[in-house]
């Protein structure tokens, strides 16, 4: 079974990185930027047919808000 892709927004010294995979994607200055752009590559993800989550994280690295997209297998 092929990993869930799951985009992160995390808190950073230049302000909220998105990160899939350990990847950096993007870097924004604040935390709705980033979560907007979590949310657009979860979106394109979803649309080439695959499931994934976007997770934003509060400062202190704690969760704030997970969303998944795509329905559950069966």
């Not at 092929?2 to 995979?21: D, M």
């Not at 695959?50 to 704690?62: E, F, Q």
Request: net charge positive.
């Amino acid at each position: 079974m092929a990993r869930q892709p799951t985009f992160h927004t995390v808190s950073c010294k230049e302000g909220w990185r998105v990160k899939e995979g350990g990847e950096v994607l993007s870097t924004h200055l604040t935390q709705k930027a980033g979560w907007a752009a979590a949310i657009r590559a979860s979106r394109l993800t979803l649309a080439q047919g695959k499931r994934c989550k976007a997770i934003l994280h509060r400062i202190d690295g704690s969760i704030r808000e997970e969303r998944a997209y795509g329905r559950a297998l069966p």
